[in-house]
């Protein structure tokens, strides 16, 4: 089967297996959160993205194998409802951005700053910090080197725009930081996974990024 990313609360996964790398996403709780379990095909070391809602269905896609570590990508309450009950679970290490940890109402051992490498197995994830959505977003790249970059951008990025802000300067930095760590680094073959709703791709994106800066959101 193809993967599409097109997932439905109370619905399957959908896998997008990469040479290195599977990608599970699933679509979980009342505000359509996804989620991302990542497995390192050389060692089947697994990671979670976001422990948003639903434990037991994350718990049952993460299976007998556990997962080492689980990265919430920022501190607002519908990414992290599930996420005591799954590192109780579990025993998984917790990251998040370090200015959004306080704000996570379980405690992150390891604080994530921009440019810091977080592993699952073989496999690197660099985290890209982006301010704006909130204070201490992250995005996590995987640079696949047999084939494009793939992005889990949390809610800083999704089809069609930039995620919510609350002011203009807000919008301003996030805008910057996409433009800066993502958009300017980054080819438009690379596969955006967002927090919420389907995925799309750089290139989709790239040519409103000047009509996104008019609108202001």
Partial sequence: MTY????????????????????????V??????????????TDEQLLIDAANEAQ????????????????THRHG????????????TGARTYAGREDAPGIPVPTDVLVDD???????RVELTARHLVGHTPGSIA???????????VFTGDCLFPGGPGK????????????GLEEKVFGP??????????HGNDTTLGNERPHLAEWRSRGW
């Fill in 57 to 72: 269905t994350l718990l049952g896609m993460i299976g007998d194998d556990g997962i080492a570590s689980v990265v919430t």
């Fill in 4 to 27: 599409s990313g097109e997932v439905k609360v109370g619905g399957p996964a959908d896998v997008h297996e990469l040479k290195d790398l599977m990608i599970t996403k699933i679509a």
């Fill in 29 to 42: 709780g009342p505000m359509d959160n996804n989620a991302y379990l990542l497995r390192c095909r050389a």
């Fill in 186 to 195: 980054l080819p438009d073959e690379t596969w955006i996974y967002p927090g």
């Fill in 140 to 150: 996590l790249v995987y640079d696949d080197p047999h084939g494009h970059p793939h």
């Fill in 165 to 176: 802000t609350t002011n203009p300067v807000d919008f301003t930095s996030l805008m910057d």
């Fill in 115 to 121: 440019g810091d490498v977080i592993r699952v197995g």
């Fill in 78 to 89: 519908d990414h992290w409802q599930a996420l005591a009950e799954v590192v109780a679970g």
